[in-house]
């Protein structure tokens, strides 16, 4: 007896549950189900159901590579955000240090550095809680714009901070070594 030929449209989901063999350090938490529709069109042959297999296990690869490619591309946007962000930021640092170059030259900078760090120079840390080639207090130099201890900054910041500080207040943060400038 034969059956008769149908052409119909069926939707057919799969169930997938993914089980693992639970361990001491990783203890089991309960399966998620995974689950994916495709319709396909059948005639009732044998074919259709290795299709549909195929057709399935094909648009599951699809889907991860279009995850995978969606994740690196949202990486590679955060780095050059990153990037971007970097070179503003040392561009203003350049802007800032430019602009206070010019405005205290013709001034003997090394001979206040040599007075107040000695050979010690722009690393100065002595224990007495003034730091770098200038001898700033932490105070003075958060109040500058600088960040972090002003022994660990570069010899430029470090020289545009006192140069800021001198545009403020002159030679008087260095008492003894300022009539050096």
């Known amino acids: ?24 350090a990783h203890p089991q938490e309960p399966p998620q189900p995974v689950e994916d529709t495709i319709a396909v069109g059948s005639d009732g042959n044998s074919k259709d159901a290795l299709l549909l297999g195929q057709q399935i296990q094909e648009h599951k690869a699809e889907l991860r590579r279009k995850e ?34 010019a ?16 050979h010690y120079g722009y690393g100065a840390n002595t224990g007495n809680g003034y730091y770098g080639a ?20 570069s010899p ?8 800021m500080l001198y545009d403020e207040a002159g030679s008087s943060p260095w008492p003894v070594c300022g009539g050096l400038l």
């Open 1 to 24: 007896m034969a059956f008769p030929k149908r052409i119909a449209t069926i939707v057919i989901t799969v169930l997938l549950v993914f089980v693992a063999t639970p361990s001491e």
């Open 68 to 101: 995978r490619q969606a994740e690196r591309k949202a990486e590679r946007a955060e780095r050059q955000a990153e990037r971007e962000a970097a070179r503003a930021q040392e561009a203003a640092e350049a802007a800032e240090q430019e602009s206070y170059s």
């Open 134 to 153: 200038y001898q700033f207090a932490l105070s003075t130099w958060q109040s500058m714009g600088g960040s972090g201890y002003p022994h660990e900054a």
């Open 156 to 163: 430029a910041e470090q020289d545009m901070r006192a140069q």
């Open 103 to 118: 405005t205290s030259s013709g001034l003997n900078w090394s001979a206040l550095r040599e007075c107040e760090s000695g």
